[in-house]
């Protein structure tokens, strides 16, 4: 597997990053998580607009999903005709929460270009992969991701405070890209958001390969966070940055 930081900045983005998108690649199939605030613009460094063959939401905050209307867009409106069907895979309302955002109706919505489908906890098949899916711990609901394929994994937080479903999923995974936006000491609300010292103890419980801190807000310490996290787990652990790429 092939992972691309597409972007990372946390809540809204930063200078150097888009909010939250990665692409995951295996076999020529590409998997899109996230498609935050400017990833769409990034994405194209990457692979081609049309080239994208499923994208997973982890939850419907807009830094997580928005960019789905640019790239609506883009695909209803291409000179040679809309591609095929793009699936979407995201909870319960995503096609509806998407019109909204678009200000259109919501029959049909989006729903000519892409596929929706809801995500529940379990798993799938999804080109070459397979697709673990856990509920995690965030005001609104959200899922965290385990991508498999050919005896390596990745797992992908998404948002999340402190969460036995996420330790679980990221059991032994070979890289455990984790949120870690909060910053231990300042931000006290339970059930948002990880910090640092707890994105290092989470990947220690999952007895994780790698870690990689993701999904940090421009006005939180992003070094701070790292130190933090290494405090508190023995394995490697590095910062996101939009552009950077893991082969797995």
Known sequence: MKLTVVGCSGSFP?????????????DGYRVVLDLGNGALGALQKYTGLYEVDAVLLSHLHADHCVDLCAYWVARNYR???????????????????????????????????????????????????????????????????????????????????????????????????????????????????????EAGEHAAAAGAHRLVLTHIPPWTDAERNRRDAAAAYAGPVELARAGAVYEI
Do not use: I
Not at 15 to 25: G, I, N, R, T
Not at 102 to 130: A, H, I, Q, W
Not at 169 to 175: H, K, M, Q, T
């Open 14 to 26: 930063s200078a150097d990053s888009p909010c939250s998108s990665y692409l995951v690649e295996a």
């Open 79 to 197: 000179a040679e005709g809309c591609p095929d069907l793009l699936p979407v895979y995201g909870p319960a309302g995503t096609a509806e929460r998407l019109a909204r955002a678009y200000d259109m109706p919501e029959n049909p919505g989006m729903k000519e270009v892409f596929e929706f489908r809801t995500l529940t906890p379990g798993s799938f098949g999804l080109g070459p992969f397979r697709v673990s899916v856990a509920q995690v711990n965030h005001p609104v609901d959200a899922f965290a991701f385990r991508l498999e394929h050919d005896g390596r994994s990745l797992v992908y937080s998404g948002d999340t405070g402190e969460s036995p479903e996420l330790v679980e999923l990221a059991r032994d995974a070979d890289l455990f890209l984790c949120e870690a936006a909060y910053l231990d000491g300042r931000d006290t609300y339970r059930a948002v958001h990880l910090n640092g010292r």
